[in-house]
């Protein structure tokens, strides 16, 4: 298919330049410039909101419904394990080096690449491309500081690498400090009430804690304490104990229920530091389990956190590359999984598309 091949090329070229140009979290504006030029180079008009670039397939029409295509165009810093130049684009063996690469850089240009196709072609909706910033902090002037100035989503889709396997479900994320008491006394002495025993308790609770409720696609909720600190001086008994719990929330939670569940076995005090990122799942009936089946696409649960967490419209995350390469060193992704990529995005698109003019659904 030609215009598949040409596709191909523009989605290449375009992320080798992506990857040329650093786009750490908060400083994305080079990356942000050159999406900008690249969507008016292809005669579309791009809208910009701090480091996030946004724009239609065609004039917007407020009768239809919108679906979105949304990647995120930031990375995180190169780790110390690079044995390559990270910001050199090198193709070697069928693959393309180069921080961001696979996450998700790839996933990025081929829904541009997708979108590009579609702003030839009539659909039964609006298409809205979101290049969004700060993603890899959760940030606050990412995919979240546009929520209210854009149109509501019927259907989003969220570039990130799963193997071209579609997530149907996404793992919050709920970080809690918590602080447990105790009563200040003197080491040597059988004085006070030492607050590192009291968390050990809260401790050895926590190690064979299981959360009630389960997830079809995610299984079961996760808590794991990450952090510790208490005491002052080797001689003085400490009267408080700190620690932090690192909570995987699945789709069977609200973040706030999986903090009360938590709150009720242990004797800390729990300040969760944000109620922000939610778990999500796609509604049972919503027709994108149809175009799965169609598309014989594997349906999972994904551990990991993208902006899905931070859209609370109906949502799916699929994408070339693999989760399992994202923040690694020398990372990269292979030039057939960008073809397919984009293929498979036009065919996702179209087929929804198909169902939506058939009228034969309700999102």
């Not at 992320?15 to 180079?41: G, H, R, V």
């Not at 063996?93 to 690449?113: E, H, Y």
């Not at 952090?227 to 001689?235: E, P, R, S, T």
């Not at 796609?282 to 994108?288: D, E, I, Q, R, V």
Request: net charge negative; aromatic share 8%; with cysteine.
């Amino acid at each position: 298919m030609e215009d598949l091949d040409i596709a191909f090329e523009k989605a290449q070229e375009l992320l080798k330049s992506l990857i040329s140009t650093p786009s750490f979290s908060k400083e994305e504006d080079k990356t942000a410039n050159l999406i900008q030029a690249f969507l008016l180079d292809q005669e579309i008009t791009p809208f910009r909101s701090g480091n996030n670039v946004w724009a239609f397939a065609k004039p917007f029409q407020e009768e239809l419904p919108t679906v979105w295509l949304n990647s995120h165009h930031d990375t995180v810093k190169p780790n110390q394990g690079y044995t390559r130049d990270p910001f050199s684009p090198m193709e070697e063996s069928g693959k393309l080096f180069g921080l961001g690469s696979n996450d998700a850089g790839g996933a990025l240009v081929c829904l541009i690449a997708a979108f590009l196709y579609f702003s030839k072609k009539e659909l039964p909706f609006n298409l809205l491309l979101i290049a969004s910033a700060e993603e890899e902090i959760s940030g606050k002037n990412g995919i979240e500081s546009l929520i209210s100035s854009l149109p509501a989503a019927e259907l989003a889709i969220v570039g990130e690498p799963t193997q071209m396997r579609l997530a149907v479900a996404e793992k919050g994320l709920l970080v809690i400090d918590a602080k447990i008491h105790g009563k200040a006394g003197h080491a040597a002495r059988e004085e006070g009430i030492n607050a590192i025993y009291l968390a050990m308790e809260d401790l050895e609770e926590i190690r064979n804690f299981q959360f009630t409720k389960t997830s079809p696609f995610l299984g079961r909720t996760k808590v794991s304490c990450t952090v510790i600190k208490a005491g002052q001086q080797h001689n003085v008994v400490p009267d408080l104990c700190e620690y932090v719990l690192d909570v995987r929330v699945t789709d069977a939670y609200t973040l706030e229920e999986a903090l009360e569940e938590l709150q009720e076995i242990l004797k800390a005090d729990l300040i969760p530091r944000s109620l922000r990122l939610q778990s999500s799942h796609l509604p049972k009936n919503h027709p994108m389990y149809r175009v799965a089946d169609a598309l014989e696409l594997e349906t999972f649960g994904s551990p990991t956190l993208s902006d899905q967490a931070l859209i609370p419209y109906p949502s799916v995350k699929i994408g070339p590359g693999d989760s399992a390469r994202s923040h690694t060193a020398d990372e990269f992704i292979h030039l057939d999984e960008l073809k397919a990529g984009i293929s498979g995005y036009i065919s996702l698109i179209d087929h929804y598309a198909k169902l939506r003019k058939s009228k034969n659904i309700t999102p």
